[in-house]
């Protein structure tokens, strides 16, 4: 079964430094996803991605988050200035015919 | 705005038994899917089913089946025959469908622990 690929599995970062998540869609998906879930709450979505640029994105995602694709495999989520609140789960998704979603990046911020 | 709720934060039932886990939503969507994960300690979110809302049969994956109710807006997953490997946290979820791609809306989750 084809999956999507996140590194690192866990990042461990100082708050106000920027991290980089890393996520391998599936070959020929279109549409890519990053999702969040704070410890024992529901998966929230962050942003969609189609078409090599945003379509849609939630409250969450203010200025201090960036989506980029920068060579057609890769599929990545830039925070820029890290936050306590911004511990979490962060996984990737990749929709075909279906959603299929990676492992994700558990993010803690210290 | 579409959204899911999931009434019962915690569910227990006894290996080999049935169990159900309740989900309701809200939308003015016509066409759209719905669906469980699953999510293991290990974090990781597992698609158990899903349901086009065009479509009146009920999906039915194995163990894993679903009453769905589009006029109530309710849309159940049944376990049968539970294993103690069916513990974990189930997120009912909702997706429009959209030519762009859309976003999947999550349920708060039911933990649902399996005894021997």
């Known amino acids: 079964e084809p999956e999507v690929t996140q590194t690192p599995s866990h990042q461990v970062t100082q708050m106000g430094q920027e991290v980089i998540l890393r996520c391998v869609p599936i070959?020929?998906?279109?549409?890519f996803y990053w999702y969040r879930q704070i410890l024992g709450q529901k998966v929230e979505f962050l942003v969609s991605?189609?078409?090599?640029?945003?379509?849609?994105k939630s409250e969450i995602f203010d200025d201090q988050f960036s989506v980029e694709r920068p060579d057609g495999s890769n599929f990545t989520l830039k925070i820029r200035s890290t936050k306590l609140e911004d511990s979490a789960m962060y996984f990737c998704?990749?929709?075909?015919?279906?959603?299929?979603f990676g492992p994700g990046t558990r993010l803690t911020v210290t | 705005a579409q959204t899911v709720t999931q009434s019962q934060p915690e569910m227990s039932v006894q290996e080999a038994e049935t169990v159900t886990l309740s989900c309701t939503y809200d939308?003015?969507?016509?066409?759209?899917?719905l669906f469980w994960y699953k999510q293991p300690p290990s974090r990781q979110m597992i698609l158990v089913i899903r349901?086009?809302?065009?479509?009146?049969q009920n999906a039915t994956e194995n163990r894993f089946s679903v009453n769905f109710q589009k006029a109530a807006k309710s849309f159940s997953l049944k376990i049968s025959d539970s294993q103690l490997g069916d513990t974990a946290m189930y997120f009912c979820?909702?997706?429009?469908?959209?030519?762009?791609?859309?976003?999947?809306?999550f349920g708060t989750g039911t933990r649902l622990q399996v005894f021997p």
């Open positions: 998704a990749s929709r075909g015919r279906r959603t299929y």
């Open positions: 070959s020929n998906h279109l549409y």
């Open positions: 991605f189609y078409n090599n640029e945003i379509s849609e």
């Open positions: 939308t003015s969507e016509n066409n759209y899917y």
């Open positions: 349901q086009e809302a065009y479509k009146q």
């Open positions: 979820a909702f997706m429009k469908l959209s030519y762009e791609g859309d976003k999947l809306i």
